[in-house]
């Protein structure tokens, strides 16, 4: 059975910082590509960040880039997303997912995840 772990979510000031983690387990086969994707109250979910496997290839949304940073460390099954200067349209559920795809079209993050965290919450408020 797949299971996630995420943690790091919580509540800032706008321009603070965040780091979120995502330990996975229970994978029985490999998955491509592994991210974090995020949905605002009333908004369809958006991707917002992703790493292949081979953890060099990186995908940003435009809205993170020069902001956000993933990076994944195998021995540990566990993706990182590094947020910095944090802005209020930043606030959602931050999900992370694992599955087959991810690429970038026109400044979108798009993808193809099979499996899914719970979700950990990131409010950025003054």
């Known amino acids: 059975q797949v299971h996630f772990v995420e943690s790091g979510g919580g509540s800032v000031q706008p321009g603070g910082s965040l780091r979120l983690a995502c330990t996975t387990s229970g994978f029985a ?15 369809e979910r958006e991707g917002v960040s992703c790493i292949d ?7 940003y949304t435009d809205s993170v880039k020069g902001r956000f940073t993933i990076s994944r460390d195998s021995a540990k099954n566990t993706v990182y997303l590094q947020m910095n200067d944090l802005k209020p349209e930043d606030t959602a559920v931050y999900y992370c997912a ?9 400044g979108k993050l798009l993808y193809g995840m099979n499996y899914w965290g719970q979700g950990t919450q990131v409010t950025v408020s003054s």
């Open 53 to 59: 496997t081979d953890d060099v290839t990186t995908y």
């Open 98 to 106: 694992a599955g087959g795809y991810c690429t970038v079209v026109g």
């Open 29 to 43: 086969s490999d998955y491509e590509a592994i991210g974090w994707f995020r949905q605002a109250p009333g908004k």
